[in-house]
């Protein structure tokens, strides 16, 4: 099955800690992007990868780091600077490019806790 | 700055009504336009996508316009089911590299 997957799907996090987030997708998507979900809001995006060893800061990338050393992975990493980190987080996929036609594809999500 | 709005927050229907989900943006320079649905605790996934040269798209019981220069566009649902119960978000890009900025959602619930 082509799509993405994201694990875990609950994650706790203890204060001082880093937690990481994994996002892998098999659907050959040269971008990828995290997005951050909090009730009664948008999805605001905190990272974004164009390409394989790139990537850039989105809206509320502080507390946050990302890597893309593979096509098909990009994980996320909560910082403990991170100081409100509860919140629903989802990976997303697109071909890339400059494309009018250019949808992006979700992963599950993974649900975020502090302990 | 881009701001998507859309309203109703929350919509309750009876089954088999046609309804309509409102999305506005106040930067009229977007590249494409989304409709996306979410299911609780789910991902998302793409309903439509309208390019900006285009006014209409649609998939089977729904259809979204876009009117570019008023920055808005609509979802209708026709024949509404109750499998059509979730919450609708809509987001607009600005440039071609899909960077997306969403609305907050409209929660959509049908009753049989």
């Known amino acids: 099955d082509g799509g993405i997957t994201q694990s875990p799907k609950y994650l706790f996090r203890k204060e001082g800690q880093n937690v990481t987030l994994s996002c892998e997708q098999n659907?050959?998507?040269?971008?990828m992007y995290w997005y951050r979900q909090d009730p009664g809001q948008g999805l605001r995006l905190i990272y974004y990868?164009?390409?394989?060893?790139?990537?850039q800061k989105g809206d509320i990338a502080e507390g946050y780091s990302v890597s893309r050393e593979k096509k098909e992975s990009f994980p996320l990493t909560v910082t403990s600077a991170q100081k409100n980190p509860t919140a629903f987080y989802l990976c997303?996929?697109?071909?890339?490019?400059?494309?009018?036609?250019?949808?992006?594809?979700f992963g599950a999500g993974t649900r975020l806790s502090v302990l | 700055k881009q701001e998507v709005t859309q309203i109703p927050a929350a919509l309750s229907v009876p089954e088999g009504e046609n309804l309509v989900l409102n999305c506005s943006f106040t930067?009229?320079?977007?590249?494409?336009l989304q409709w996306f649905r979410q299911d609780p605790g789910k991902g998302l996934t793409s309903l439509l996508l309208?390019?900006?040269?285009?006014r209409e798209q649609t998939s089977g019981r729904l259809n979204a316009s876009l009117d570019k220069s008023s920055g808005r566009s609509t979802l209708y649902i026709a024949a509404s089911q109750p499998g059509d119960s979730a919450t609708y978000l809509c987001?607009?890009?600005?440039?071609?590299?899909?960077?997306?900025?969403f609305g907050t959602g409209t929660r959509l619930l049908v009753s049989p």
């Open positions: 997303a996929s697109s071909i890339g490019g400059a494309l009018a036609k250019n949808i992006q594809y």
């Open positions: 659907l050959n998507h040269d971008a």
């Open positions: 990868s164009q390409i394989v060893n790139d990537f």
């Open positions: 930067d009229s320079a977007i590249y494409n």
């Open positions: 309208i390019q900006s040269s285009q």
């Open positions: 987001a607009v890009s600005n440039t071609g590299f899909q960077k997306l900025v």
